[in-house]
């Protein structure tokens, strides 16, 4: 998926896990819920992972939209491998996110 030009503004180059600098992330395909399921995985409490992709997808605070959605996270390599089949990539204005689809 292309990630440009909602990459600036939303992302502050840290990892949204462990919020240490990273320059990578993935994108997670499905219901929102299913990004928010992924972020409880990686340690992301319930309440912040909702605020986490309320913002990646420029919702209003604490809401997300129903149906497929596809929300791209900053998340370093190290939180990521908590995730099963979780793959990163290189977040670059333009560039691609690796797609998680839910699984589960
Ligand atoms: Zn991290």
Do not use: N
């Not at 497929?68 to 995730?83: I, R």
Request: hydrophobic share 45%; with cysteine; net charge negative.
């Amino acid at each position: 998926m292309t990630i440009a030009p909602g990459l600036k503004g939303t992302f502050d180059g840290t990892c949204i896990v462990c919020f240490q600098p990273t320059d990578t992330g993935f994108a997670v395909k499905g219901e929102a819920e299913a990004a928010i399921a992924a972020l409880l995985v990686m340690g992301v409490p319930e309440d912040q992972g909702v605020a986490v992709v309320s913002r990646a997808l420029g919702c209003g605070a604490g809401t997300v939209p129903e149906g497929e959605v596809t929300v791209p996270l900053q998340v370093c390599s190290g939180c990521a491998a908590k995730l099963p089949h979780a793959q990163v990539g290189l977040v670059l204005p333009g560039g691609e996110l690796p797609v998680y689809a839910q699984r589960w």
